[in-house]
């Protein structure tokens, strides 16, 4: 198998790695850079647990072959916090209750920056349908709309 | 002494770490010299495996080893009873481990140097088959002569329901009264049949876990389970070595609810790991996940209930026959419940029941949030709505005439443990559903259609149940807690020790409320050591039967007087261990079903909005109400949380879930094929009312409450769409399939009485 030594920027930091044809974003992300905050959860861009920004747009790092991301930036849940200090959105999840299980919550987090960035105040309606990609099993996803809703008024992103 | 900390809604102890990615789930664990696994899966419901052959595996650069039957000490493992092979094959060391009885039944492990090599390596291994006939039809398995799936069934000295011949796999019943004199008193009689399906759990985190050899000799197996004492012994006891020798740990957990109270990958990773003295880890792709462990029970119900003018019940009678699938897991435990609820929360004189589980070539059926409530219910729940139109009764005023109060007689011939609130949690449920009470009693909210979108019918419906908390039917149940005070003349540092899964429903967070409030400390200062048989040796038990919060309560409450005691006697550190026994049980009477089975319960009750389309057969909620009585809200945020999703999760087994097997396969092994709701798909407004009616027995007065927002929901919900469109569903899910063929008179009419 072909390797591919790529350049991309992973939360800031400027990363050059060799990677296999084949790889995949995320596996990339979790067994080379050992950035684990995003998850797998079906590997087939179906659930969301995975979801990074690329260049600013989110996608399902499962459905990304690492090779094309050379020259990129890529955002992980690793890459919300300055500092230390949660992002709006995160601080949001924690204060309203968005997080039960927390598998999907990284996706979901990546997803609701994403749609704060292009759309600072959204309706309930362009949350949820923001949100639709990112499955969550525990929550009933009241208090994820909520969080994003609190981060939204927070102004913040 | 700071302000009660039980009662207040404070952040999560997990949060921070869960929004940073910080937080480790099994499949995020590495370790040096890590070694990864991957599982043959039989991929066929029944055969028998004549021989396997590794050598083409084995000759993949990388692999290390291929294991298989032959090399587990003691081929066989089950929560409740040891039906279910580890490795099925030849060469065994337990009878009929040779057959393979699901698609899922694992044959080889295949372990090596890389993930890619191991799969490699899984997909040259060459197993000789002879097929069996399926049995795929529960009917079906127990006809007389029909193939025995279990020829080799041990006798359970501990679960009596599990002796029964055959295909059966556990018997339960009911006999209260005399219910064949009963129907002359009757003057409405109400017989339907239902069908209830199966759901997948499809929490977001597919199996993973890390096994390896601890720095003292334990073989330790780093996964997402619900009880790691009995994670322990099940292991212990396959590799036939004691259960000091294993050590389980569970790291975060993402999502459970029920689907990992059996084991899936533990003792394959930790035979593994043992064998070969390196680290090994294993996941599972979605697929894997989906075909590979157990699913809620698919059930079918025959009910013949009859109630007098007055809306008094006067009997029931409810054959119920449940899929167990290919091995136990959790079945008679979870008919146990069936058969408690299936002739709803309600005083009824005459009862008969009949409850079967039974054997087939399916995936196995096991535990899922409400453990056969929700099935018992929705027949249950069914029929009085039912029976409320042919009484011409508004439905909460006949249940107020029926419900079981302090005192009343269950089915089980014995009355509720003190502190019934079934008619506080209707009636608080129908007030804030829009029910008026009037002269001639309790009313409805009307509906009425709007000209302007004649294809949308609006309705509301609703439902009650009951369910019991912890493990019961006979059972001790019991939890261990640990504490130790650290400081010299204040104290500076509280520790718990206790083996409670975290599976995102907040069980830290609320014991830790809990020990702060015991204790007399800040949160700040209790520190939590949780859910490792190393530190915590004692059994707290599984997290579920909504038990957690209710058996850890307790036991840390114990542990904590006995640590301030030993305190004020000026020992440091003062350490205390105490282990809460709950109240005992007792089995059903063989014959008659009586006993005292329980010593909690929850109590809840649901009303639906619902609109549907009638040209396209969409259902849109627009709004639940759910009053549940959890007798104290430890932190009333994350109660909340568990109703708003205990619903979601039930609106999907309602409506759109739909498990599709195919001779024994699951052919939707994809979230693309096996849907669950999104954040479009759930109602778009849940009113939680929280009742904190006090529970005598519970810590701070808590009841459990995990599984109680699911329960009701499906029969609510089946009652809008009939208040709707005049027409009753008896079979889940609600798909606009089914409803449109309901609706245009192809579907299941109820016969009326």
């Known amino acids: 198998m072909a390797n591919h030594a790529i350049t991309v920027t992973v939360n800031g930091v400027k990363e050059r790695v060799d990677v296999p044809s084949n790889m995949t974003l995320l596996e990339m992300l979790r067994q080379r850079l050992a950035l684990t905050g995003a998850k797998n959860g079906c590997g087939a861009g179906e659930c969301g647990a995975c979801t990074v920004l690329l260049d600013g747009e989110p996608v399902n790092a499962c459905m990304v072959l690492a090779a094309e ?31 039960q299980c927390g598998f999907c919550t990284p996706g979901m987090l990546i997803s609701a920056h994403a749609l704060l960035q292009r759309n600072p105040r959204p309706t309930e309606d362009e949350i949820r349908e923001a949100l639709v990609g990112n499955l969550c099993r525990c929550t009933g996803y009241t208090r994820i709309v909520r969080a994003v809703q609190k981060a939204a008024q927070g102004g913040v992103e | 002494m700071p302000e009660s900390i039980v009662g207040q809604s404070v952040g999560r102890v997990d949060a921070r770490a869960k929004v940073t990615g910080a937080a480790q789930f099994p499949g995020d664990l590495v370790l040096p010299g890590m070694l990864h696994g991957k599982i043959l899966f039989a991929g066929r419901p029944h055969a028998r495996v004549l021989g396997v052959d590794a050598a083409a595996a084995l000759a993949v650069p990388g692999v290390v080893a291929v294991l298989t039957a032959a090399d587990v000490p003691v081929n066989e493992y089950g929560l409740q009873t040891a039906d279910q092979p580890v490795l099925c094959g030849p060469g065994s060391s337990r009878p009929g481990a040779d057959v393979v009885r699901w698609e899922g039944d694992h044959v080889a492990v295949v372990v090596a140097e890389s993930a890619e090599a191991a799969a490699r390596g899984r997909d040259l291994v060459r197993v000789e088959y002879e097929g069996l006939p399926l049995l795929t039809d529960p009917f079906a398995a127990l006809e007389p002569g029909a193939l025995l799936l279990h020829p080799h069934k041990p006798a359970s000295e501990i679960h009596p329901e599990l002796n029964v011949p055959g295909n059966l796999l556990s018997h339960h019943q009911l006999r209260k009264g005399d219910v064949a004199a009963a129907w002359a008193e009757a003057d409405v009689i109400v017989e339907a049949e239902y069908r209830t399906p199966s759901q997948e759990h499809a929490y977001l985190q597919p199996e993973a876990g890390l096994a390896y050899i601890d720095e003292e000799g334990r073989v ?57 003295r390196r680290p090994v880890k294993i996941i599972w792709s979605r697929q894997e996940s989906i075909v590979g462990h157990c699913k809620r029970h698919p059930m079918w119900f025959q009910c013949r209930w009859g109630a007098r003018r007055d809306g008094k019940l006067v009997a029931a009678q409810v054959r119920v026959v449940a899929d ?25 004189p005459n009862v008969w029941v ?47 005439k029926n419900l079981l109060r302090d005192e009343s007689l269950t089915a089980m011939g014995t009355p509720l443990p003190g502190g019934v609130s079934l008619v506080e949690v209707t009636a608080r449920c129908a007030e804030a559903a829009g029910w008026r009470k009037t002269l001639s009693g309790w009313a409805r909210p009307l509906c009425p259609p709007r000209p302007e979108t004649p294809h949308l019918r609006r309705g509301i419906g609703l439902a009650v149940a009951l369910k019991n908390i912890g493990f019961s039917f006979g059972y001790q149940e019991n939890c261990w807690a640990k504490i130790e005070l650290q400081g010299e003349r204040e104290i500076e ?5 206790l083996g409670a899964a975290e599976v995102g429903q907040g069980s830290h967070t609320a014991i830790q409320q809990m ?37 850890a309560g307790n036991a840390v409450r114990g542990a904590a007087e006995s640590a301030l005691r030993l305190w004020q006697a000026e020992e440091r550190p003062a350490v205390a261990e105490y282990v809460y026994l ?53 932190n009333p945020r994350m109660v909340e949380g568990q109703i708003e999703g205990g619903i979601a999760q039930a609106v999907g087994w309602a409506v759109m879930e739909n498990l599709v097997t195919e001779g024994g396969r699951v052919r ?12 479009l798909d759930v109602p778009g407004q849940i009113d939680a009312v929280i009742v904190e009616h006090p529970d005598p027995r519970g810590p701070w007065g808590v009841r459990g409450m995990g599984e109680m927002p699911f329960i009701p929901l499906a029969p609510a919900l089946v009652a809008a769409v009939h208040d709707a469109t005049g027409i009753w569903f008896d079979e889940l899910p609600l798909t606009p399939e089914r409803i449109v063929s309901g609706l245009t008179g192809k579907g299941t009419e109820t016969r009326r009485p």
């Open chain 1, 69 to 99: 991301v050379d020259g990129a930036a890529v955002v992980t849940v690793e890459g919300l916090a300055q500092d230390g200090q949660l992002s709006a959105v995160q601080q949001a999840f924690v204060e309203e209750g968005g997080v």
């Open chain 2, 354 to 400: 009949d409850v079967d589980g039974v054997y087939t070539n399916n995936p196995p059926f096991g535990a899922f949030r409400g453990f056969g409530a929700p099935q018992g219910i929705f027949a249950a729940e069914m029929q009085m709505n039912k029976l409320a139109r042919a009484l011409g009764m508004d439905p909460v005023e006949v249940r107020l």
């Open chain 2, 582 to 634: 709950a109240p005992p049980t007792t089995p059903f009477d063989p014959e008659t079903g009586h006993g005292v089975p329980n010593f909690a319960y929850g109590y809840v009750a649901e009303a639906v909005e619902v609109e549907v389309d009638v040209e396209t057969g969409e259902l849109h909620l627009l709004r639940v109400v759910c009053a549940n009585d959890v007798g104290k809200a430890v």
């Open chain 2, 515 to 551: 020990a702060a409030e015991a204790l007399g400390l800040r949160r700040e200062y209790v520190q939590l050591v949780m859910s490792d048989t190393a530190t915590s040796p004692g059994s707290s038990g599984s997290v579920s039967a909504s038990r957690m919060t209710f058996m």
């Open chain 2, 220 to 276: 330790t197996v780093a996964v997402a389970g619900q009880w790691t004492w009995e994670d322990q012994r099940q292991i212990a006891h396959a590799l036939d070595v004691p259960p000091e020798a294993v050590r389980v740990i569970y790291p975060a957990i993402g999502g459970a609810f029920g689907g990992r109270e059996d084991m899936s990958l533990q003792i394959v990773l930790a035979l593994a790991a043992w064998k070969l």
């Open chain 2, 668 to 679: 939707s092994d994809r979230l693309s094929t096996y849907l669950i709701p999104s954040a």
């Open chain 2, 493 to 497: 540092r509280a520790t718990v020790y």
């Open chain 2, 324 to 348: 167990g699938g290919a091995y136990c897991y959790t079945t008679n435990k979870v008919l146990g419940n069936t058969t408690v609820t299936c002739t709803g929360p309600y005083e009824i």
